[in-house]
């Protein structure tokens, strides 16, 4: 397969890449805003041909579709930090449903159809009316910050463009996942950059945390990506599925794991952001759809996940220049 993976640099991409690296047999290419590898994914150089490309700007990611020709594009930009969203809710709209439709455009002004992965969130969901009942495909959007109001947007948009001018999208909404790289904007990356940081004493033995109240479906990221390909070889064009573990862990019960496995004492001081107080508390995805379709499951136990991370945080406490 040829490839084409937008974002790819990010979080997911990195991921993403390696697990198509390990199955072999494929072409890839990728957009990111910086056409190169961040220091914690040099080892990717090599592995995709990249183009610096805002995907605001259709012309230019129109042209680099016709040159790349891929028959699957996994769509993975946009913009992704949901508190942050509040202070930028421009360029959050930007990056999510702007750019999603001119990549589009840009696609259907081409005579090629690659199949299209847009990867969504679980957060178009909102707060569940019954805290108890985890979310299918067919509840009630009701998106509680502007990322993911933008996203809902863009999955909308997605549905849309398969209808006319009859683009091949299959949507994925991801509920939360974590893992190895990921950014310390994100709470049990950061929970756990902070230990990494107490251990080599870089920073005294204190966490600061915000609201550890809030219940999330967590699934291990590299676990995630192994659900994209399957569903461009099994979802339906204009479908919607879910992806997560199906169960709900407390944001303070990850950090409690995180802290048997220190190697110091922390002591932890908590403090409750007032912007984020529209912030969905809880979210369980249900995930049938998913797995009757693709046989797709989460395999990674979350201890194992954990002690990835914190070793991950380790390593770039010890080798800053790695990061």
Known sequence: MRILITGITGFVGGHLVEALLAAGGHTLFGVSRPAGWPLALDHLAGSAVLFSVDLTDGPR????????????????????????????????????LLATRRLYDAIARTDLRPRILFVSTGLVYGEPDDPDQACDERTTLKPAS???????????????????????????????????????????ANFARQIAAIEVGKQPPVIETGDLSAQRDITDVRDMVAAFPLLLVHGKTGEAY?????????????????????????????????????????????????????????RIPLDQTLVDILDDWR?????????
Request: with cysteine.
């Open 61 to 96: 990611i129109e042209a680099v579709i016709r040159q790349t020709a891929p028959d699957w594009i996994f769509h993975l930009a946009g913009y992704a930090n949901t508190g942050r969203s509040f202070q930028e809710p421009d360029a959050c709209w930007q990056d999510n």
């Open 146 to 188: 502007p990322y993911a109001a933008s996203k809902a947007a863009a999955d909308l948009l997605s549905y849309q463009y398969t209808r006319k001018p009859g683009l091949d999208i299959v949507r994925l909404r991801l509920f939360n996942q974590i893992g190895p790289r990921q950014s310390a904007d994100y709470a049990v």
């Open 242 to 298: 879910n992806a997560g573990c199906g169960r709900t862990y407390q944001i303070q019960s990850l950090l409690d794991r995180l802290l048997v496995l220190s190697r110091v004492k922390v002591e932890v001081r908590q403090k409750v952001e007032p912007d984020r107080k529209a912030d969905t508390a809880v979210t369980r995805a249900d995930t049938h759809k998913l797995q009757a379709a693709t046989g797709w499951s989460p």
């Open 315 to 323: 390593r770039a406490a010890t080798h800053p220049t790695d990061r």
